[in-house]
């Protein structure tokens, strides 16, 4: 692959945004404000160039393999629209937050198995890093023999625990933010025949593509499995720690929920949902994780903390897309314009720290030696930036319009 010389671009270093010219070869930076010295030019003057992002959990991949309640379509084709869309959107880094359940349907493990497969078949075809976080559901002991698998495989992924069986059996009188610690002996159940609680399980059997009453059925033999699930999750975290892959737990109410998933190596806090838990996890060092969505539209869509005001206090280290690739960018936009930091300073939500969380230490930042894992923008004064070119490790991952040059964006 012949070199090539972003020329004139304003580029966001680690610490400031400065007009460079950014030489990459053989898939890394190979120089800042270097000679051409015989290399394709790109010129970018008046363009933005960044490091692209990375992605620690992203779960929209899910609506290319269900488009609608109860339809899937090939995990091929969902797959492969799901790298398109992550390079489009200046994702060279993805973790899809691979949800692994009891329940049948979309995030079942026998679903769980196809995506893996695919993703392995896949691989050479990708243009996006795709990787995967094991969002295991802890009461899902079936998962075990895909866990195992995956953490053996070239791309470790990343273990996320997850507990929405207790969370979603919390009785209607307490708060989502509220639940106590998982494993307490009195946690409040709600009633099962509450008109709240069957109208909720209606709308997750059509995920599941059963039945209102088999899903309660179904929801009520998993409750019975809760005296072992202590000991599961030790022992999958017990093969995560041996194959060093980077563990989170998810949702965190309570600081000793924080304290139980850190004892077991689960360092990162995915979602928070209360205050307490942020400056707890703050004090250990914990990176705190929250959604991109989150921060573009200006507030959580579940009532928990706003992520500006937690970046703005120091408690939010990294934004993922969640839901929706396009928020990664959207958050950089909406946190720009509100001044809430520096633009070197926010760019790190979505580079250099979920690199540095997930034990990347090749990407994230543009400096020489780094992955050439870039994102040119076209983002005018006042106006929303779109990408223009997206490099995965230096190959052309992405790109939509001609390169014109333009007057200096006012960043």
């Known amino acids: 692959m012949s070199a090539e010389l972003i020329e004139g671009a304003r580029v966001i270093l680690e610490d400031r945004v400065e007009v460079a010219s950014i030489r990459i070869e053989a898939g890394r930076i190979t120089g800042i404000d270097v000679a051409r010295d015989g290399a394709n ?4 003057r008046g363009r933005l160039l960044a490091p692209a992002f990375v992605d620690v959990h992203g779960d929209a991949f899910e609506r290319q393999i269900m488009p609608r309640p109860g339809v899937m379509v090939p995990v091929e084709t969902a797959l492969l629209e799901t790298d398109r869309q992550l390079a489009a959107n200046g994702i060279a880094t993805a973790y899809h937050a691979l949800t692994l359940s009891w329940e049948p349907g979309l ?11 695919v993703l392995e078949a896949l691989r050479p075809r990708l243009t996006a890093e795709n990787r995967l976080q094991l969002r295991w559901e802890t009461f ?17 992924p990343a273990l996320a625990f997850n507990d929405h069986t207790t969370a979603m059996l919390l009785h209607p009188d307490l708060a ?6 998982d494993h307490v002996p009195d946690y409040p159940v709600t ?12 709308d997750q059997a059509r995920r599941a593509n059963v039945s ?14 809760r005296p072992e699930v202590p000991a599961h999750i030790a022992r999958i975290a017990e093969l995560a720690r041996a194959q060093k892959a980077p563990m989170l737990s998810h949702d965190d109410s309570q600081v000793e929920t924080r304290t139980y998933y850190r004892g077991l190596g689960a360092t990162v806090a995915e979602f928070p949902m209360h205050e307490r838990v942020f400056l707890a996890a703050r004090d250990a060092g914990d990176p705190i994780i929250l959604g991109a969505p989150n921060a573009m539209r200006g507030g959580s869509h579940l009532g928990s903390p ?10 939010c280290d990294i934004l993922a897309s969640d839901y929706f690739y396009p928020a990664m960018l959207g958050a950089m936009v909406r946190l720009h314009a509100d001044r809430v930091a520096p633009l070197a300073a926010l760019w790190k939500l979505v580079s250099l720290n979920p690199a540095r969380a997930m034990g990347l230490t090749d990407r994230g930042r543009i400096a020489p030696g780094q992955r050439a894992d870039l994102l040119l923008l076209d983002w005018p004064d006042g106006q929303v930036p779109a990408p223009l070119r997206t490099w995965v490790s230096g190959r052309p991952g992405y790109s939509a319009l001609p390169l014109v040059p333009q007057p200096e964006p006012a960043l």
């Open 140 to 156: 899902c002991k079936e998962a075990e023999p895909l866990i195992v698998h995956v953490l053996a495989g070239p791309d470790r």
């Open 176 to 181: 989502l933010q509220d639940r106590p610690f």
């Open 212 to 225: 209102p009453e088999a899903y309660v059925a179904l929801l009520t033999r998993v409750w019975d499995r």
């Open 191 to 202: 009633p099962f025949d509450a008109p709240r609680f069957l109208k909720k399980m209606a």
């Open 306 to 315: 706003g992520a500006a005001e937690m970046i703005a206090r120091g408690l």
């Open 107 to 117: 995030r079942s493990v026998d679903t769980g198995w196809q995506v893996v497969r």
């Open 41 to 44: 030019v790109i010129p970018a």
